[in-house]
């Protein structure tokens, strides 16, 4: 396995400078299971764990190694085993909340080039949830892809590609059908050797089927198990998988809870049209309720604007609004414990009568 295959490039080779000379070695975290890594790294694979100090000085699970990320490790090559001792910077990640109560980023995938968004065209197919994707594609920094499986339940191609137009602009789609073999090689044909893809998208919509295809075998893949927002069990195991074409594919399981992460950049690309259309208003706080010269309403009125596409932006921009409220809420308690902890240690250490 040479670095390259795995994914690494002039910017990661740059990063890893800094700790060079020290026996450490670059590893790609392929599989994250409970308590320990699955590591590609250039002497095979390693089970790795973090050190102590990097958990402790880590504020929340996006400061520790998720799938796609390279890492600095310690390597103990006669027991196939390893100390991660940090985190390179990430080009790109695709976030969630994390499913639940807290207000918490969920890096899904790291260091992504592109993201193939797949939806069953059964009748689960769902043009908001594939904005949903698209918001949290762009804001990862990977190019989306829209891949659109089970295309031999349906003939109506032409509409279903004139519908997902409306949504995604120019954005490249993909109609396959894994059952059938048909379509996947455009998959191969975005993942050049060396560049990493991501395959997001609901239980059920095809992704195993798709990579035993690509595959060219029937793969087991490890569980993990977590607690899903009703404490329930899901499996979720994320996945790092090195193709026979030469690129790599992270398979991540069905996430039953998908909520916005991050800026508002997001959605302001993927509702481009809306954006536009804002800007043309008469009055630039106009509220789009009863002023006159308001593009939103006629073009609402006219058709041009679909009332689910706006209704979806909205919602998207409120859900947005609001979990960041709340992590700046949370962020301002921790913020606060600390300096507590700070001034009692600062108490302890130098009690009153010795302070100058
Ligand atoms: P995953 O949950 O996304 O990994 O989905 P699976 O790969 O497990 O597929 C879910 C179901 O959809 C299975 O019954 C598959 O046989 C079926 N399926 C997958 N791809 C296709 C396809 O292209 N066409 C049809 N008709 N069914 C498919």
Redesign the pocket.
């Known amino acids: 396995m040479t670095l390259e295959s795995l994914g690494w490039n002039p910017v990661f080779a740059e990063a890893f400078k800094a700790y060079e000379g020290r026996d450490l070695i670059p590893g790609r975290i392929a599989l994250q299971h409970r308590t320990y890594y699955s590591i590609l790294s250039e002497i095979g694979e390693l089970r790795g764990e973090v050190t102590g100090k990097m958990e402790y000085l880590a504020s929340g699970p996006q400061d520790l190694p998720a799938v796609g990320d390279w890492v600095v490790l310690h390597p103990r090559p006669e027991e196939s085993t390893a100390t991660i001792v940090d985190l390179l910077p990430r080009r790109t990640k695709f976030s969630r909340k994390v499913a639940g109560r807290k207000t918490e980023e969920q890096i899904v995938a790291a260091n992504v080039d592109v993201v193939f968004i797949v939806s069953?065209l059964d009748h689960d197919f769902n043009l908001r949830r594939i904005e949903r994707y698209l918001v949290l594609s762009r804001q990862s920094g990977a190019n989306p892809v829209i891949l659109l499986?089970?295309?031999?339940?349906r003939d109506d191609h032409k509409e279903i590609r004139k519908a997902i137009a409306l949504i995604a602009g120019d954005i490249p789609v993909i109609l396959?059908?894994?059952?059938?073999d048909k379509g996947l090689d455009a998959i191969a044909h975005h993942l050049k050797p060396g560049c990493t893809g991501a395959l997001l998208?609901s239980?059920?919509?095809?992704?195993?089927?798709?990579i035993n295809h690509l595959l060219g075998s029937t793969r087991k893949t490890a569980e993990v198990r977590e607690n899903d927002s009703r404490g329930r069990h899901t499996t979720s195991a994320r996945e790092l998988i090195l193709l026979p074409s030469g690129g790599l594919l992270i398979d991540t399981p069905?996430m039953r809870e998908l909520q916005l992460w991050g800026e508002a950049e997001g959605v302001d690309e993927t509702f481009e049209d809306i954006e536009e259309l804002e800007r043309q208003c008469k009055f630039r706080d106009c509220s789009h309720d009863v002023e006159p010269g308001c593009e939103i309403r006629a073009a609402l009125e006219k058709g041009i604007l679909e009332p689910e596409r706006y209704e979806s932006y909205k919602k998207l921009l409120r859900e947005l609004a609001y979990h960041n409220r709340k992590y700046n809420e949370v962020e301002q308690r921790k913020e606060k414990e600390r300096i507590k902890k700070r001034t009692s240690q600062f108490k302890r250490n130098f009690p009153k009568g010795k302070r100058s």
């Open positions: 069953g499986n089970k295309a031999d339940l396959a059908s894994a059952l059938k998208g239980s059920g919509v095809g992704k195993t089927t798709i069905g």
